[in-house]
C-alpha cells in the first residue's frame, strides 16, 4: 500500500537535547512539507521541499532543520533552539507543489520535559 | 492578503442530523479549495477538493462542498452525520505567493448522542 510513514509515534526527549523525527514515503511524490500543530493552532508550516537537495523554510522555521537526500525521505531534526518543541508533527507530500492535494502521515507527537 | 477563515472552532450536532461546516476565504483569484478531516491524535485525510467546473463537489464519507464564488465561501455539508463523523475539520486554498496551502483554524465537530 501506497502511503506515508511518520515513526515514532510518541517521542520524548529531555530539554537541551536534539530529536529527529522520521519521515518517509513511497508514493512517488516529489514535494513534501513538515507542519507543526498546536491546539487552536491549525498547521503551521516548518519547512518544505519540492525536489531532492532543495528545501526551502515555512513560517516557523527556527529551531527546526531538516534533509531531502532522498525522494523517499525528509527527515525534521527539532534542535534544542526550538524554544518551545512540545507538539504534534505532521509530515505531507504531493506530487508537485502549487497548493495541490497534500497527503498526510499519521503524525509523531513529541514531548519535551 | 490571502486567508482563510473557519468561523466555528466547535459546533455541536445531533447524530442524524445535517452539517454544514463553513469555510470563507480571501483570495485574488480562484483557488484550489480542499476540506481535510483529523480524528484525535491522527493525521488528515482528504475529504474532497475543487479545482474547476462543478461547483457542488462530492467527496468521500457522504460529505459534499459547495464553492460559491460570489461568496468566497466553499461549505461543507453532510445530510445525515454518525457519530464516527465527530472530528476536527480544515479547510484550505491554494496556491499561496509560495506555491504552498493556506490553512483553517479547523472547526471541531462534536456529535450528541
Known amino acids: 500500500d501506497g502511503g506515508i510513514t511518520q515513526s515514532p509515534k510518541y517521542l520524548f526527549r529531555k530539554e537541551g537535547q536534539n530529536v529527529t523525527l522520521s519521515c518517509e514515503q513511497n508514493?512517488?511524490?516529489?514535494?513534501m512539507y513538515w507542519y507543526r500543530q498546536d491546539p487552536g493552532q491549525g498547521l503551521r508550516l516548518i519547512y518544505y521541499?519540492?525536489?531532492?537537495?532543495?528545501?526551502q523554510k515555512g513560517d516557523i522555521a527556527e529551531g527546526y532543520s531538516v534533509s531531502r537526500e532522498k525522494k523517499e525521505s525528509f527527515p525534521l531534526t527539532v534542535t534544542s533552539a526550538q524554544k518551545n518543541p512540545t507538539a504534534f508533527y505532521l509530515c505531507a507530500s504531493s506530487m508537485g507543489g502549487g497548493g495541490i492535494e497534500q497527503y498526510f502521515g499519521p503524525g509523531t507527537r513529541l514531548t519535551v520535559t | 492578503a490571502q486567508s482563510v477563515t473557519q468561523p466555528d472552532i466547535h459546533i455541536t450536532v445531533s447524530e442524524g442530523a445535517s452539517l454544514e461546516l463553513r469555510c470563507n476565504y480571501s483570495y485574488g483569484a480562484t483557488p484550489y479549495l480542499f476540506w481535510y478531516v483529523q480524528s484525535p491524535g491522527q493525521g488528515l485525510q482528504l475529504l474532497l477538493k475543487?479545482?474547476?467546473?462543478d461547483t457542488l463537489v462530492q467527496g468521500i464519507k457522504g460529505f459534499e462542498a459547495e464553492f460559491k464564488r460570489s461568496q468566497s465561501s466553499f461549505n461543507l455539508r453532510k445530510p445525515s452525520v454518525h457519530w464516527s463523523d465527530a472530528a476536527e475539520y480544515f479547510c484550505a486554498v491554494g496556491p499561496d505567493s509560495n506555491y504552498q496551502l493556506i490553512w483553517g483554524a479547523g472547526t471541531k465537530l462534536i456529535i450528541k448522542p
Open positions: 475543487y479545482f474547476s467546473g
Open positions: 508514493l512517488n511524490h516529489d514535494a
Open positions: 521541499s519540492q525536489i531532492v537537495n532543495d528545501f
